[in-house]
């Protein structure tokens, strides 16, 4: 069983930044895959960015492509997310996942979940 705890989440301005952190436990951290999702108010819970167990390979929507990066340091067991130029449409409850081996962008694919960390980006 693997435990994940989100951080970092606040409010912010337009055009500032934020980085999430997701601190896992309870498993083999480089057993997984791990991915950020997020849900904005009054809408279903999207895919934002991805990373492989050895951090090699990461992958994004095309909603954070170029503003949004992740990374990952297996010996501290927990997985990042620089959000750059933030924006309104920002605006969620951004959650870390888990799954076991393969890389996916598919919420149902993914094993563990955290708590989920709330940002606001205000104009």
């Known amino acids: 069983q693997v435990q994940l705890v989100e951080s970092g989440g606040g409010s912010v301005q337009a055009g500032d930044s934020l980085r999430l952190s997701c601190s896992a436990s309870g498993g083999t951290f480089t057993a997984y895959a791990m991915g950020w999702f997020r849900r904005a108010p009054g809408k279903e819970r999207e895919f934002v960015a991805g990373?492989?167990?050895?951090?090699?390979?990461?992958y994004y929507a095309d909603s954070s492509k170029g503003r949004f990066t992740t990374s990952r340091d297996n010996a501290k067991n927990t997985v990042y997310l620089q959000m750059d130029s933030l924006k309104p449409e920002d605006t969620a409850v951004y959650y870390c996942?888990?799954?076991?081996?393969?890389?996916?962008?598919?919420?149902?694919?993914?094993?563990?979940w955290g708590q989920g960390t709330q940002v606001t980006v205000s104009s």
């Open positions: 996942a888990a799954v076991f081996q393969i890389t996916s962008t598919e919420e149902r694919d993914y094993d563990y």
């Open positions: 990373i492989s167990w050895t951090g090699a390979t990461t």
